[in-house]
């Protein structure tokens, strides 16, 4: 059992260290291309793609490591281990990146969302426009963006180990 453990553990890490540093690679790229600000729907699709295919293989190692018996706990655990790693990582990668490499970032995204509303929706009135401009910083910086990623990968992380759990999930009981 205490190998088990420390297998999964170790999993946890390999795996979250993998998907974070996958990620950061990703928003590398997107700053590289200049499509940070106002990216395709299709970059959400890939960061989904990424955590499935992480958390899924991580998964399926701690099955194989323990003869084939997983657990849907033990798979659920597994998942979230590998999401808070891979969303801790990411979140100093965003901290660095917010300081230091493009200091104006949440500024600049301001300043996108703003051309969006006015754009999107031309019948807004100046008081509504301010009120939108108002709730968009209150929910803009790096505590709420802190906040949002690390709620976000766990809420996706559970999502995704709990398919993959139920679907590979196999007990002593099943061998029998």
Request: proline share 2%; no cysteine; hydrophobic share 50%.
């Amino acid at each position: 059992m205490e190998n088990q453990t420390n297998t999964s553990k170790q999993v946890m890490i390999n795996y979250g260290l993998m998907l974070g540093f996958a990620s950061i690679l990703f928003h590398v790229v997107l700053y590289a291309m200049g499509k940070i600000y106002d990216p395709h729907w299709s970059v959400a699709i890939i960061g989904i793609t990424l955590s499935i295919v992480f958390i899924v293989l991580g998964i399926k190692l701690v099955k194989e490591t323990n003869e084939g018996i997983l657990s849907l706990g033990e798979a659920i655990k597994i998942g979230l281990g590998i999401s808070l790693i891979s969303a801790i990582v990411y979140i100093i990668y965003l901290a660095v990146f917010t300081s230091f490499i493009e200091p104006e970032y949440f500024t600049r995204m301001a300043e996108v969302q703003h051309q969006k509303m006015l754009e999107n929706y031309p019948q807004m009135s100046d008081e509504q426009l301010d009120a939108a401009n108002a709730m968009t910083e209150k929910m803009s910086g790096l505590g709420m963006t802190v906040a949002f990623t690390l709620i976000g990968s766990l809420f996706i992380g559970f999502i995704i180990s709990l398919i993959a759990g139920l679907i590979m999930k196999k007990t002593v009981e099943d061998n029998e």
